[in-house]
């Protein structure tokens, strides 16, 4: 059974920083892109960053600068380090998994997807 787990949202004031965490499981993810997306209370889900089987990374022009995406192919995790982080990065995260290898940011090209965990940056 293919699993993805979040960990490592919470509560934090602006400015702050937070690390978040995908563990996969069921099946070694080394080929696959993995990404993160949000997805804020009444708003569709949109990208934040993602990084191919290679290493090659892109993030969302929102974020960029302040968050950066990373993997372990030993641990088969991925992490997103948030910093500065403001009000407007509040919502529910979702780690992802593309098997093509991309990494787009077309939710639709993701094959695996986490449960989400939520992140709360108060002002």
């Known amino acids: 059974q293919v699993q993805l787990v979040e960990s490592g949202g919470g509560l934090v004031q602006a400015g702050g920083s937070l690390r978040l965490s995908c563990a996969a499981s069921?099946?070694?993810?080394?080929?696959?892109?993995m990404g993160w997306f949000r997805q804020a209370p009444g708003k569709e889900r949109e990208f934040v960053a993602a990084?191919?089987?290679?290493?090659?990374?892109n993030q969302a022009d929102s974020v960029r600068g302040r968050f950066t995406i990373s993997r372990d192919y030993a641990k088969n995790s991925v992490y997103l380090q948030m910093n500065t982080l403001k009000p407007e990065d509040t919502a529910v995260y979702y780690c992802?998994?593309?098997?093509?290898?991309?990494?787009?940011?077309?939710?639709?090209?993701?094959?695996?997807w986490g449960q989400g965990t939520q992140v709360t940056v108060s002002s």
């Open positions: 990084i191919t089987w290679s290493g090659v990374t």
């Open positions: 069921g099946r070694t993810f080394r080929w696959h892109a």
């Open positions: 992802a998994a593309d098997s093509r290898g991309l990494g787009t940011h077309d939710a639709s090209e993701y094959d695996y």
